[in-house]
């Protein structure tokens, strides 16, 4: 701990033996050649290792049919040799962590393949850009480059349009067509652009940079929560970390408040037994604070307001997350900034009083019910998702339990630690203080979903202080564990993160269908879905009207139904049924496929509609009568 | 890029020119996306960051990356709010500021227009390196001896004291290492000695 006097004796004698062996180094005689073999040998291991982890899951994604994946997700066509290949992964990340001289190149090149492997597998196995949200960000993202326009009380997020004129530009700017079209690596991208920030953060609170590969790798596999898909929280959440990276790295106090040192001290007397003999044989040096000249400093506090204003203009959630990760650090006296969470809340404020306005006229109230409710919030985030198909009932439950269990791993991490004379006290407070944002309100059941991505860098870090809690090189039987601890992991993430892919993927044959219905609908009909599951309002956002008819599609009342499409006066009223809508259908409400074709069968000859299109995945019904012009 | 020295200020130029004309040239190819994609998020972040004297590459490319994006994302929320949703406007103003903070880099010293972002450069040779200097307070903040700080930083403790006195930035760093200010730090016997002496 800082300001220990035993750590820093601890710390002085890593110290020592660091530059002991950096002098070593620097004055070895030259080594004969077989010296030099056996030096590279483990390095040559390492690197076969990754690229034998590659190339199998290469091999293995001939396997992978997409459209024969059940309710568990994209597990279940998970080949053997692609769980193989995870296990090796893991195997190559933890032996890279053994290489002396240590290696950087080893470690990023296993961060980058778990990305590429696990994140970015649905991009190599599905024919087209996954997930309807993404479509419908691509949307609002169409709308603002063709119209240039914010369509405020259509929906809520174009009061917070920035990432969405930032679509617009790339989009115009690089000339690409959709930004649908960005959609299918965004995942990777994004989780790409997460690494640089996250190596900094890390690399700001242990000087071990294994620990540093520890933690960036742990983030990675368990990282679930797919938020990293063409979306305001995805571009937010760079922010979020760059922000957290920058205050962490030049901004950061690094003395202990005294009361802190008063309850170790507390503890230390009360229970030695927690601490013990391992207090003395020294921490991680705690890195430095990276001294900056009063022009850099401002200009680093510059970048902070241009990253924060972005942020309020462009997700609601994402800056109170901010406010309350550096409310914790000014709480707490570790930062030089302690007006900074005052400086976010301003902005989130002036921002919410004038360009919310059209938003809040309509939402207000409900947006207050929940705040100061955390019962109702959980309630929303954890009990009304835990219903639908078997298989989506136990990827849920499966989900709570690799979360609970990862948390778990991050207390006991942190306790190894506190053993070895080590508080993490940044860590455990960035890690703990994202749950206050259960108070703000249910954010739609993904609250804690949110919470959980806030907290996972922190989380992460105190996880790799389990096998990292002192600088002594890793122990074989603590090798071993780790790699079995990193397989798992990885496994563990196939199968929460992409749990849901048989509603999230959506086919080529799905978005041709839709292709041509806009391109034979008049200007403003209708485009009507079961649910909002599909790639409907990609493009053309405010050239059709949109409906939503769940409740009279399945229960199959088509006078009610009719009623709702001729209420809206439209020339032509489309009703959509897609592959991608069904399995939604199927996995989170619970409908079995011959509910789903049964309802579709009795609108079809009820004689109100009139089959336009038919494809293995889409079926495109027209409410009749209607004019020539709409087929 | 990231460390090219005198030579990046003139290829971040030509990058920028050849994004110009890609984009407003009309050209309609894969390497017109390839070179705007690139360009938007690399560009801007170069030319502002080298302001900065930051000297680490891998912290430099998070805050190239991060001021990149975000000026794209803030001039292009600021153009639809002010009503001129233009993506030609959006590219100029960024292409401006981009060639305008690289003629500022590019400008003499004796003009003073760098803010005195690069104060940190009168701390010259070996130590002017940040990863150095960041060493150097690791080891003054495990309670090394300034022998320590030299040791870890690669440089004679000569050098060191030297550069101590003649280099306010240094002295901060020092400060900063040692959680109080440099005359808490010059009540402490040793390292007092060891930098008046």
Not at chain 1, 89 to 118: D, E, K, N, V
Not at chain 1, 211 to 227: H, K
Request: proline content about 6%; overall charge neutral.
């Amino acid at each position: 701990m800082l300001g220990d006097p035993r750590c820093l004796e601890g710390s002085r004698a890593v110290a020592q033996t660091a530059a002991e062996q950096e002098l070593k180094t620097a004055h070895a005689p030259v080594l004969p050649t077989s010296s030099v073999v056996m030096r590279l040998l483990p390095h040559a291991q390492v690197w076969f290792i990754l690229l034998l982890a590659a190339a199998l899951w290469y091999a293995s994604l001939d396997e992978v049919d997409i459209r024969l994946i059940t309710d568990i997700g994209l597990v279940s066509q998970a080949p053997p040799l692609m769980l193989i290949s995870f296990g090796i992964l893991a195997l190559g990340f933890t032996l890279s962590l053994r290489l002396q001289p240590a290696s950087t190149l080893a470690p990023l090149a296993a961060t980058l393949l778990l990305i590429a492997t696990i994140h970015g597998l649905p991009a190599m196995v599905e024919d087209a850009p996954r997930f309807p949200t993404a479509y419908l960000h691509a949307g609002f993202t169409d709308t603002i480059a063709q119209e240039g326009e914010l369509l405020t009380r259509v929906d809520a997020r174009f009061s917070w349009p920035i990432f969405f004129s930032f679509g617009a530009l790339v989009t115009q700017v690089a000339d690409i067509a959709n930004a649908i079209e960005l959609q299918p690596w965004a995942a990777v991208v994004n989780n790409v652009l997460w690494l640089g920030p996250l190596v900094v953060i890390f690399g700001s609170l242990t000087t071990d940079r294994r620990q540093v590969w520890t933690a960036t790798f742990l983030f990675y596999a368990a990282n679930w929560i797919g938020q990293d898909y063409y979306a305001p929280q995805a571009f937010n959440f760079l922010l979020y970390l760059t922000i957290l990276a920058i205050v962490l790295r030049w901004f950061r106090r690094p003395v202990v408040p005294g009361w802190i040192n008063r309850v170790v001290d507390w503890l230390d007397r009360r229970h030695p037994e927690l601490r013990g003999p391992m207090r003395a044989t020294g921490a991680p040096v705690p890195p430095a604070v990276v001294a900056a000249t009063p022009g850099q400093r401002a200009a680093l506090l510059g970048i902070i307001v241009l990253l924060t204003g972005v942020s309020v203009a462009s997700h609601q959630l994402t800056p109170f997350a901010l406010i309350a990760a550096m409310t914790a650090l000014a709480l707490l006296r570790r930062t030089t900034l302690p007006g900074l969470p005052v400086l976010i809340a301003v902005l989130v404020g002036l921002w919410i009083s004038y360009m919310t306005v059209a938003f809040l006229a309509g939402h207000l109230v409900g947006l207050l019910s929940d705040l100061g409710a955390p019962g109702e919030a959980a309630t929303a985030n954890v009990g009304r998702r835990l219903t639908g198909s078997p298989g989506h009932v136990f990827i849920v439950q499966f989900r709570l339990v690799m979360t609970l269990g990862f948390w778990l791993l991050a207390a006991a991490g942190a306790v190894r630690r506190f053993r070895h004379g080590h508080l993490d006290l940044d860590a455990l407070a960035l890690a703990g203080m994202p749950f206050g944002l259960l108070l703000l309100q249910a954010y739609g059941g993904e609250m804690l979903l949110r919470i959980y991505l806030f907290s996972l860098p922190f989380m992460a870090f105190l996880a790799s202080g389990l096998f990292f809690p002192s600088p002594r090189r890793l122990s074989w039987p603590a090798t071993r564990a780790m790699a079995l601890v990193t397989a798992l992991l990885l496994i563990a993430l196939l199968v929460a993160k992409h749990g849901n892919e048989r509603a999230d993927s959506i086919s080529a044959d799905e978005l041709a269908a839709v292709d041509r219905v806009y391109a034979m609908a008049p200007s403003q009909s209708v485009m009507a879905v079961v649910n909002t599951w599909g790639a409907v309002r990609y493009k053309d956002f405010t050239e059709f009207r949109y409906a939503q008819v769940a409740e009279h599609f399945l229960s199959e009342d088509v006078e009610a139904l009719t009623a709702e499409l001729a209420r809206r006066e439209a020339p032509c009223a489309y009703l959509f049924f897609t592959r991608s809508q069904q399995a939604a259908a199927e996995i989170f409400w619970g409908y079995t496929p011959d509910a789903w074709q049964r309802a579709q069968d009795v609108l079809a000859d009820s004689g109100r509609f009139e089959e336009v299109l038919s494809t293995p995945d889409a079926r495109v019904l027209l409410a009749t009568p209607a004019p020539a012009a709409c087929r | 890029m990231m460390s090219m020295g005198r030579f990046e200020p003139p290829l971040l130029l030509a990058w920028t020119m050849v994004a110009a004309a890609f984009v407003f040239g009309d050209v309609q190819s894969l390497a017109r996306t390839m070179v705007a994609l690139s360009w938007l998020a690399f560009g801007p972040g170069l030319a502002f960051t080298r302001l900065m004297g930051i000297t680490d590459v891998p912290v430099r490319l998070v805050l190239v990356i991060a001021v990149s994006l975000g000026l794209d994302a803030a001039i292009s929320g600021v153009l639809v709010y002010a009503g001129i949703p233009s993506w030609e406007l959006g590219m100029s103003v960024l292409l401006s500021l981009t060639v305008a903070a690289v003629i500022l880099h590019l400008a003499p010293p004796r003009l003073n227009v760098r803010l005195g972002w690069e104060a940190a450069t009168d701390v010259r040779g070996k130590l002017a390196e940040e990863p150095r200097q960041a060493r150097m307070v690791e080891a003054l903040l495990a309670g090394g001896t300034l022998a320590d700080a030299a040791e870890a930083a690669g440089v004679s403790l000569v050098t060191l004291r030297r550069r101590l006195r003649s280099s306010q930035a240094l002295r901060r760093a020092v400060e900063v290492a040692s959680g109080g200010s440099l005359e808490d730090l010059e009540n402490d016997p040793p390292l007092r000695e060891s930098i008046t002496r």
